[in-house]
Structure formats: structure tokens, C-alpha cells
Nanobody
């Protein structure tokens, strides 16, 4: 089993910045990917960004140039630096870890951290 703990959410004004953190513990494979998803009220959960063991990152189009994902393998942690925040970025942000074994992936989710962008 894998446990994920997110932190760093909160209330920020439009144009502001926040940094989300997620630390994983438990049965983590040597090959794993981590990422951030978000879910706004009344909407489906969507990918924000994810990053592989080899630091290959991908971003949703709506955050390119504003958000940066990074990871610390020694801490089994992933971070999301969010700049130039907009009201539409308001959502619960979830951390995900995917254990990878060959072609099989097993996903684990954190409980989420709320980000509210409002003046």
C-alpha cells in the first residue's frame, strides 16, 4: 500500500502563486510516476501535470507556462509550483503515484488539497 500526503493549498489572489507538495510512503516501486490532478465543483477530475522517474514531464494545455512540476526521488516527493493563478484554477488538487511494473501500473491517490483563487 502507498500513502500520499498533500500540502500547500490555500486561498490566493488572482495573479498570485502557491507551491503544492506531496510526499509518498509505503510500497513504492523502483519505477514510478507522480502527478497532479484537479477537480473543480461539478467537473470531472483532470490531469494538471505528471512526471516520470527520468524527469520527463507533461502538462495540460491550460497550465503551460504557468505551472512547473518537479520531483525529489530521495524523498519520494512531487511538487507543483503554480504561478499567475486564475480564478478558474480553483479546485481540489490531488496527488497521484503510479507504481510501474513492466506494462502494469497501479495508481494511488492522496486526499487532495483545496486551492482557491479569489480576490
Amino acid at each position: 500500500q502507498v500513502s500520499l500526503v498533500e500540502s500547500g493549498g490555500g486561498l490566493v489572489e488572482p495573479g498570485g502563486s502557491l507551491r503544492l507538495s506531496c510526499e509518498a510512503s509505503g510500497s513504492i516501486y523502483s519505477s514510478y510516476a507522480m502527478g497532479w490532478y484537479r477537480q473543480a465543483p461539478g467537473k470531472q477530475r483532470e490531469l494538471v501535470a505528471d512526471i516520470t522517474n527520468s524527469d520527463s514531464a507533461r502538462y495540460a494545455e491550460f497550465v503551460k507556462g504557468r505551472f512547473t512540476i518537479s520531483r525529489d526521488n530521495a524523498k519520494n516527493a512531487v511538487y507543483l509550483q503554480m504561478n499567475s493563478l486564475k480564478p478558474e484554477d480553483t479546485a481540489v488538487y490531488y496527488c497521484k503515484l503510479r507504481n510501474i511494473f513492466g506494462t502494469v501500473g497501479i495508481d494511488y491517490w492522496g486526499r487532495g488539497t483545496l486551492v482557491t483563487v479569489s480576490s
